[in-house]
């Protein structure tokens, strides 16, 4: 079992940043790949990016490659999101997941976080 608690959202203007963190614990996740989900209010939850927790490899939906960056200490089971030149569009909830498998597929993640709102206002 793998315990994951997302923190850092909060209310930003478009333009600005924020650092999203997502704290593991229980079982060790170095055979994972690591993503995070956003879904906003009357849409499906979506991809946004992963990152596998041994190699450092990366994957990135169109929509946030240029201004997102996932990352990850080894050390301190820690995930990271950093979020920049947020714009409203990027209003959701944040969600940290956990798969056995390299994939952007909702089903295929086993372990999940209960979210933290990032909230962006125009």
């Not at 956003?38 to 990016?49: D, L, N, T, W, Y």
């Amino acid at each position: 079992q793998v315990q994951l608690v997302e923190s850092g959202g909060g209310l930003v203007q478009a333009g600005g940043s924020l650092r999203l963190s997502c704290a593991a614990s229980g079982r060790a996740i170095s055979s994972y790949v690591m993503g995070w989900f956003r879904q906003a209010p009357g849409k499906e939850r979506e991809f946004v990016a992963a990152i596998s927790w041994s190699g450092g490899s990366t994957d990135y939906a169109d929509s946030v490659k240029d201004r997102f960056t996932i990352s990850r200490d080894k050390a301190k089971n820690l995930l990271y999101l950093q979020l920049n030149n947020l714009k409203p569009e990027d209003t959701a909830v944040y969600l940290c997941a956990a798969s056995t498998m390299t994939t952007r597929s909702l089903r295929n993640y086993n372990y999940w976080g209960q979210g933290t709102q990032v909230t962006v206002s125009s």
